[in-house]
């Protein structure tokens, strides 16, 4: 893990560390075949509570039937991987009344532009040097 | 897009501008069925040459058959999906001479931890304020 310098008093000396919500973790997956949704984007100006409903959407996505995990980084460029166990299970995600809402203040507020990829994992390997 | 502030001797003031190596992008994709691999990494400490390389393979990437497009993101977790035509563009990538010595010493050096996901992209879809 690399290494981060804290904030004081809102300036940052190097580096900064990642607020708390930033997940540090290659999500734990089964073997394949399972899916993915590739979620690319590039926000608009501000925060207007995108980061409030973000961390409510991942916490909610961890709760639904056939999810497996999700990634994210942001620099500049967003990108979230979430890892479901079928189409079915994304399909209903997508229908989430509370997503919903979500996915409409993406495209009212938040988004400047997105790009959803829907995938079939093949397969996969890792690494580990622990 | 979301704006960002200078560095001023090493002291960075609210959010940290992104190097010039960082792609703003969403990767422009042909319609699907294509092909994604996903990269995501924890990085050890340190650079030790890792963002020359990281760049050099990039630019690298765009030059093989059946390239598609790549979008990158760090935040402590590292997320990068390469887009190609085909499982044996894939391949033939992986298998790649010089690829092959940055694979190497990224397991040596740069990486704690990475998983690779191969992946056929199913459908897609977009959205953009423009």
């Given at each position: 893990?690399?290494s981060?310098?804290?904030?004081?008093?809102?300036?940052?000396?190097?580096?900064p560390?990642?607020?708390?919500?930033?997940?540090?973790?290659?999500?734990?997956?089964?073997?394949?075949?399972y899916?993915a949704v590739?979620?690319t984007?590039?926000?608009?100006?501000?925060?207007?509570?995108?980061?409030?409903?973000?961390?409510?959407?991942?916490?909610l996505?961890?709760?639904?039937?056939?999810?497996?995990?999700?990634?994210?980084a942001?620099e500049?460029?967003?990108?979230?991987?979430s890892?479901?166990?079928?189409?079915?299970?994304i399909?209903?995600?997508?229908?989430?009344?509370?997503?919903?809402?979500?996915q409409?203040?993406?495209?009212?507020?938040?988004?400047?532009?997105?790009?959803?990829?829907?995938?079939r994992?093949?397969?996969?390997?890792?690494?580990?040097?622990?």
């Amino acid at each position: 893990m690399t290494s981060c310098i804290g904030s004081q008093a809102g300036i940052f000396l190097g580096r900064p560390c990642y607020p708390y919500t930033v997940r540090m973790a290659i999500a734990a997956t089964p073997a394949p075949p399972y899916y993915a949704v590739i979620f690319t984007s590039l926000r608009t100006d501000g925060d207007n509570g995108y980061g409030t409903m973000a961390e409510a959407m991942e916490k909610l996505a961890a709760t639904q039937p056939g999810f497996l995990g999700i990634e994210s980084a942001r620099e500049g460029l967003g990108i979230t991987v979430s890892y479901w166990e079928s189409l079915e299970a994304i399909a209903a995600w997508k229908a989430n009344a509370t997503h919903l809402v979500a996915q409409q203040r993406g495209r009212d507020t938040w988004y400047e532009e997105f790009k959803v990829r829907i995938c079939r994992v093949e397969r996969d390997y890792a690494f580990d040097r622990a």
